[in-house]
């Protein structure tokens, strides 16, 4: 009897050696991670009528999107799909023409190769300017006329490289500018005979990023445009942080473009509350952006946010000056000023 007990116990403990070793194993290697996460957000807006930004645009009690991230992480490799519903997300998508794409903010696949390179293929948002779509990432809820303007999703091939804990450096081969689904632009005009003539040397875009130090320096160019964006920011102190963006494009024609400059100051008030403001001089250099020739825009805003747990309530007034009578009041009469208060409520999960 005792030969029996002596016989469970010791291949009780075998058992439980195995096990805990196994655990132990199973544990020190990475497991893949599946991941659901996003935003909603919605708003209020005072004045009936908004300057020529993207989002926050309709008076009066609106909504902006449901965000819905999907990801999943591997040792090597991953993907993410981002899908987006409702006005905000139908502006950031824009480019896309088939109905089933017109909800896909981003969707890519990705390999690391090592620790230092990864390459990434598919629709992603812009490596330029300061400001994003989600409205969770940005500080002011309304958005710049740089971010408004510029690149919001490119579709390609983008290699990113690590080169030491303060540079990176990223390269990359994509569509035209927010044509998201496809490279339409490879189908032009059809010849004398029917056919189709592709220009596959001439409807592609190139991008280069070079991070120093937590500040960016990136470049978009392609046939007859190119543009030219630095992003960064400094803390002045531990509640005191300056953002910065300022971003140039050129065209064949060089009377035509858009140039501009933004600040962003941001101050943490209390553990729920900070307070921040954006201010902006843009330049519209022959019409290229709002089609009525030379045009010099300057917005400032001021935006509050308080935060509890995954609950952000954003009050924000922005006032807008125009070199010419570009704005339409509440009367819908044509002004060269308009001022706004929007408060938004957004909750991340």
Known sequence: MKNYIKSLFTLTLAITMVTILGSQNAQAQEEPTFSVSGTIDTYFRSAKFAPETSFANDPGFSI???????????????FVADFVYGPRGADAVFGSTEDSSQIINQLYAYYNFSDSFTVTVGNFNTFLGYEVISPAANFNYSTSYMFSYGPFSHT?????????????????V?????MTE??????ADEDIDGTLDYEAGDTYTY??????????INFLGGKDYSQID?????????????????TSTTTTDSDNGFAGVALYPQVALSDSFSLGAR?????????FVFDSGDQDNTSFTITGSYTSGNFILKPEFRVDTAS???YLDNDAKATDSLASFVVAAIYSF
């Open 174 to 178: 994509m569509n035209p500018t927010d």
């Open 182 to 187: 496809a490279n339409y632009a490879l189908i």
């Open 324 to 326: 010419d009578k570009f």
């Open 279 to 287: 201010y902006e001089y843009f330049e519209d250099k022959g019409g």
């Open 230 to 246: 630095f992003t960064g920011g400094i803390d002045i102190t531990d509640g005191f942080f300056l953002g910065v963006n300022a």
């Open 207 to 216: 991008g280069l990023q070079l991070g120093l130090f937590g500040q960016y």
């Open 64 to 78: 902006g999107m449901a965000n819905v991230v999907l990801s999943y992480e591997g040792e090597k490799h991953g």
């Open 156 to 172: 390609g091939l983008k290699l990113d490289f690590t080169l030491s804990d303060d540079v990176t450096f990223m390269a990359a």
